[in-house]
């Protein structure tokens, strides 16, 4: 008995050295605060989308989150993330929280090991929080499995956003600097969007760029102090999270200062692999069902026997079929790191994760491509306000969601001259063209 009460007093000390605070949140809604969105019907449905079960701790797809793959059938399952609830329709379909449970399981898995590697001979304590000795590009080895195993703890949710933090303006036109240093931490002033899944979490992994600087890293619990959520009139097209001085202390500030740092955190394939690998089986999940719409109103309407319309449908059986190819190959190529943990093949993951977003805008094209000539006047379509598939094409390509949505796939990770550097400094490029050449030699000696 004492020794349970003393686990569970530990297990409150941790929790209190990694900065979780109670549930003090703050919404705008129509100009005026409020701390709760109870009764706000918008979000009442959203959260009815999700199902009643998934606000419970051990939701198999909230502990999934924070997994880190030791065999094939666990990397697999992180094929299946929060994006998958309410059919692909819920606020988490952007997978932008996906991206920030793995990109965070995986740091803490890496850096841990590199921790322990250096430091072999000594014994590791849990640290408390961090004095103020500006690290400079260190990420906190002990301080960041602290906050993973108290998120753990708490079957907490993370998100993220690739949005970078305005400068924030007040009434006499003054222009505040995004982040200050202080001795107790990161001050951070300004506004930045995110999507409309950050109703449901309660971390922020916020990346930090000051103009002309260099890179911050930091994690933000959704309740801080001075931190306001506002809604938008169309609930659907994201929220604005304004920091009004929000202090950051130094136990949350993974990177401080150090653009290289974050940048290797972002490309390097041992912390990133298993972000990107889910965020390509998010986009083969979505080109699925767009594939599935665009297939149900050209049978509806009578299109399926056109030829174009039947060579766009073939087209997207095809893109499907690659996007399942590599990731299998990344499946297949799957090695085990230093650290123990399975890691998709890096080559296979960043081309399936590349060609998702080229192939997902041929396929809205395609669906769009088709809706228009259904909504013209094709024979067997309703109205749309008596269509239920007409309904669900407009939430994939006409509402605002679905603009920013097709927005982020093309730009968030940057247009294709930075994704064919990242491949350029992550893979030789002599291995690179001995593959090319072994595909375009192989049977040249036969017939065919």
């Known amino acids: 008995m004492e020794q349970a009460k003393e686990s569970s007093h530990k297990n409150d000390v941790d929790v209190e050295k990694a900065g979780i605070r109670t549930n003090r949140r703050t919404y705008q809604i129509d100009g005026v605060l409020q701390p709760s969105l109870d009764g706000h019907a918008p979000y009442e449905w959203a959260k009815a989308c999700l199902g009643q079960e998934f606000g419970h701790a051990k939701h198999p797809l909230r502990k999934q989150s924070y997994s880190c793959p030791k065999s094939l059938d666990e990397l697999m399952m992180k094929r299946t993330g929060l994006y998958s609830l309410a059919g692909g329709r819920s606020v988490f379909a952007t997978g932008l929280a996906d991206y920030a449970h793995a990109l965070l399981s995986a740091w803490s898995a890496v850096t841990w090991h590199e921790h322990r590697r250096k430091d072999a001979g000594l014994p590791l304590e849990q640290a408390g ?58 001050v951070l002033r300004g506004t930045q969007v995110f999507g409309s899944d950050t109703l449901f979490v309660d971390e922020l992994l916020v990346f930090i760029r000051e103009e002309g600087g260099s890179d911050t890293l930091a994690v933000v619990p959704i309740d801080s102090e001075h931190l306001v959520v506002r809604l938008h009139p169309d609930f659907d097209s994201g929220v ?42 998010r986009q083969q999940a979505e080109l699925e069902l767009v594939a599935g719409m ?51 093949a890096a080559l296979p993951t960043q081309a399936a994760k590349r060609a998702g977003s080229m192939l997902l805008q041929k396929g809205f094209e395609t669906l769009q491509h088709i809706s228009g000539l259904a909504t013209l006047g094709a024979a067997g379509i309703k109205a749309p306000h008596d269509s239920e598939l007409l309904r669900g094409i407009w939430e994939k390509l006409g509402s605002p969601q679905a603009f920013r949505r097709r927005l982020h796939e093309l730009y ?37």
């Open 412 to 448: 968030a990770f940057g247009d294709s001259l930075q994704q064919a550097q990242i491949l350029f400094e992550q893979y030789p490029l002599q291995p690179l063209l001995n593959r090319y050449r072994e595909f375009w030699l192989k049977g040249e000696d036969t017939l065919c």
């Open 129 to 186: 929080p961090l004095e103020p000795v500006y690290p400079r590009g260190i990420i906190q080895a002990e301080q960041l499995n602290l906050l993973i195993e108290a998120f753990i703890e708490q079957s907490s949710l993370v998100t993220l956003s690739w949005q970078p933090i305005q400068p924030q303006q007040s009434s006499t036109a003054a222009v505040y600097p995004v982040v200050t240093y202080t001795k107790e931490g990161v």
């Open 240 to 281: 604005t999270v304004t920091y009004n001085a929000v202090l950051v202390p130094w136990s949350r500030v993974l990177v401080d200062r150090d653009t290289s740092t974050v940048k290797r955190l972002l490309r390097d394939p041992a912390h990133s692999s298993w972000a990107d690998y889910q965020w390509a089986a």
């Open 294 to 344: 665009s297939f149900a109103l050209a049978e509806a309407s009578g299109l399926g026997n056109e030829l174009h319309v039947q060579g766009e449908l073939g087209e997207l059986v095809q893109a499907i079929d690659t996007m399942g190819a590599l990731l299998q190959a990344a499946e297949l190529g799957a090695y085990l790191s230093p650290e123990g943990v399975l890691l998709p």
